[in-house]
């Protein structure tokens, strides 16, 4: 079983920046593709960024690019600089077991999210 729960979210400024880590357990968690979703009210989920067990081929979304970085050790982290209020949303990581192309389409497991809210 594998198990994915996210912290690090709050409220902040227009500017200001957060970062988002995802804590994992399961034995084959380090060989995991992991994404990172929001959900913004009245919009669809959105795959936000992604990367591979190996760290590498990092993807993101055309909104945070140059924005948002995601990175893996024992963990996966999202950070945020730059935060604009519609970056408001409920955050999720995922993880894909089997990746079959990039960025990930589907994936295996989900945390419950953390919430990060963005004043103007």
């Known amino acids: 079983q594998v198990q994915l729960v996210e912290s690090g979210g709050g409220l902040v400024q227009a500017g200001g920046s957060l970062r988002l880590s995802c804590a994992a357990s399961?034995?084959?968690?380090?060989?995991?593709?992991m994404g990172w979703f929001r959900q913004r009210p009245g919009k669809e989920r959105e795959l936000v960024a992604a990367?591979?067990?190996?760290?590498g081929s990092p993807y993101y979304a055309d909104s945070v690019k140059g924005r948002f970085t995601i990175s893996r050790d024992n963990a996966v982290y999202l950070q945020m600089n730059s935060l604009k209020p519609e970056d408001t949303a409920v955050y999720h990581c995922?993880?894909?077991?089997?990746?079959?192309?990039?960025?990930?389409?589907?994936?295996?497991?989900w945390g419950q999210g953390t919430q990060v809210t963005v004043s103007s």
């Open positions: 399961g034995r084959t968690f380090s060989r995991y593709a």
């Open positions: 995922a993880a894909a077991r089997r990746p079959n192309s990039w960025p990930p389409q589907e994936y295996d497991y």
């Open positions: 990367i591979l067990w190996s760290g």
